[in-house]
């Protein structure tokens, strides 16, 4: 396995960069009193600062600063076409955070954005107003698609305040897609039915290469045990799985891994695919140059990058193979490009 060289461990939000429009926004009062510190510099709009030309992701990603915005327009989008809505009538995600704290070689946002500090939008309250119309039908929303709230709720609290809204909407669904082993704002909560927790599992040669400032596997294995026994619904997703010359050695054992800690019968889903993209952000990590990942000769078909169909296959029999071991097939969810 070659990949390019570990970043360090990131310095977090020396600079709070605010928008004139919510400097008096409750969430910005608590965030700018819990980073006293950091230099805070007023701005008329975030693209000023987040969509500014050259800049350089993978210096950022080692000094992330923090945006507090007002987001203008839409908060919920439809889910895409390389996310699975698990069957609901409808399947929105919630863009309220631009950014992830996490610095993964495979992650779409370096394709997506500009930049890799973080866009906070504050006015959250706005996209539960947009949302409501439509909770008269069962509907799916996916609160981590552009970032991983849970890494970030002792900053942002958004977690927590959907789970609140949650609770007074029964045709509403939430999926919490995290590598956190932050689970405080948890604790605090009545579990929801109708809230899954979503967590990424990889193998730890795959976390150290590719995955960097994320929580272990065996972090990631203890939050999601805490999870279960506080009694929350919880899936397990091996996705995206990044094949390297070493699959054999680490996907197939990491299944073991995963339910020698991890009661099968407690999960809702084991969720497994592999690694797929839109060419265009495909296009925009090679600029990157930052991972071996960017490069791999993927197949595309209309717009998408994803391994050879004989490969992609070879990858989903094997783990399937191995998963069928622990859990019903019924319960493994995959994803594969329709041919």
């Given at each position: 396995?070659?990949?390019?060289?570990?970043?360090?461990?990131?310095?977090?939000?020396?600079?709070?960069?605010?928008?004139?429009?919510?400097?008096?926004?409750?969430?910005?009062?608590?965030?700018?009193?819990?980073f006293s510190s950091?230099?805070?510099?007023?701005?008329?709009?975030?693209?000023?600062?987040?969509?500014?030309?050259?800049q350089s992701f993978?210096?950022?990603?080692?000094?992330?600063?923090?945006?507090?915005?007002?987001?203008?327009?839409?908060?919920?989008?439809?889910?895409?076409?390389?996310?699975?809505?698990?069957?609901?009538?409808?399947?929105?995600?919630?863009?309220?955070?631009?950014?992830?704290?996490?610095?993964?070689?495979?992650?779409?946002?370096?394709?997506?954005?500009?930049?890799?500090?973080?866009?906070?939008?504050?006015?959250?309250?706005?996209?539960?107003?947009?949302?409501?119309?439509?909770?008269?039908?069962?509907?799916?929303?996916?609160?981590?698609?552009?970032?991983?709230?849970?890494?970030?709720?002792?900053?942002?609290?958004?977690?927590?305040?959907?789970?609140?809204?949650?609770?007074?909407?029964?045709?509403?669904?939430?999926?919490?897609?995290?590598?956190?082993?932050?689970?405080?704002?948890?604790?605090?909560?009545?579990?929801?039915?109708?809230?899954?927790?979503?967590?990424?599992?990889?193998?730890?040669?795959?976390?150290?290469?590719?995955?960097?400032?994320?929580?272990?596997?065996?972090?990631?294995?203890?939050?999601?045990?805490?999870?279960?026994?506080?009694?929350?619904?919880?899936?397990?997703?091996?996705?995206?799985?990044?094949?390297?010359?070493?699959?054999?050695?680490?996907?197939?054992?990491?299944?073991?891994?995963?339910?020698?800690?991890?009661?099968?019968?407690?999960?809702?889903?084991?969720t497994l695919g592999?690694?797929?993209?839109?060419?265009?952000?495909?296009?925009?990590?090679?600029?990157?140059?930052?991972?071996?990942?960017?490069?791999?000769?993927?197949?595309?078909?209309?717009?998408?990058?994803?391994?050879?169909?004989?490969?992609?296959?070879?990858?989903?029999?094997?783990?399937?193979?191995?998963?069928?071991?622990?859990?019903?097939?019924?319960?493994?969810?995959?994803?594969?490009?329709?041919?």
């Open positions: 396995m070659s990949t390019s060289s570990t970043p360090s461990s990131p310095k977090l939000f020396s600079h709070l960069y605010i928008e004139k429009a919510v400097l008096n926004h409750p969430q910005t009062l608590a965030i700018r009193a819990k950091s230099h805070t510099i007023i701005i008329d709009h975030y693209k000023d600062v987040f969509n500014r030309p050259n993978a210096a950022q990603s080692d000094s992330k600063k923090l945006i507090l915005a007002r987001k203008e327009g839409k908060f919920l989008h439809e889910g895409s076409q390389y996310s699975d809505g698990f069957d609901h009538e409808q399947f929105f995600y919630a863009s309220s955070v631009m950014g992830c704290l996490y610095d993964c070689d495979y992650c779409y946002l370096q394709g997506l954005y500009p930049s890799a500090n973080t866009v906070l939008f504050v006015n959250l309250e706005d996209a539960f107003a947009q949302l409501l119309p439509y909770l008269g039908r069962d509907t799916l929303v996916a609160t981590s698609y552009d970032t991983d709230t849970l890494a970030i709720e002792s900053l942002t609290h958004q977690t927590s305040t959907w789970l609140e809204f949650a609770q007074h909407h029964p045709n509403l669904y939430l999926e919490i897609r995290t590598k956190s082993a932050n689970i405080n704002a948890l604790k605090n909560t009545l579990p929801n039915e109708r809230v899954t927790l979503a967590w990424t599992l990889s193998p730890q040669a795959i976390i150290d290469a590719y995955e960097h400032s994320t929580p272990s596997l065996s972090k990631r294995l203890s939050a999601i045990s805490e999870a279960i026994k506080l009694g929350w619904k919880v899936r397990l997703c091996v996705d995206p799985i990044i094949h390297t010359d070493d699959f054999e050695t680490l996907y197939p054992p990491l299944i073991e891994t995963i339910f020698e800690r991890i009661d099968p019968n407690a999960i809702e889903h084991l592999s690694f797929r993209m839109s060419q265009s952000h495909l296009r925009s990590l090679k600029k990157l140059r930052r991972s071996d990942i960017a490069f791999y000769p993927y197949t595309v078909k209309d717009e998408m990058a994803t391994y050879p169909e004989t490969l992609e296959t070879a990858i989903l029999e094997k783990m399937l193979a191995k998963a069928t071991n622990f859990i019903p097939i019924q319960r493994i969810r995959t994803w594969q490009r329709q041919s």
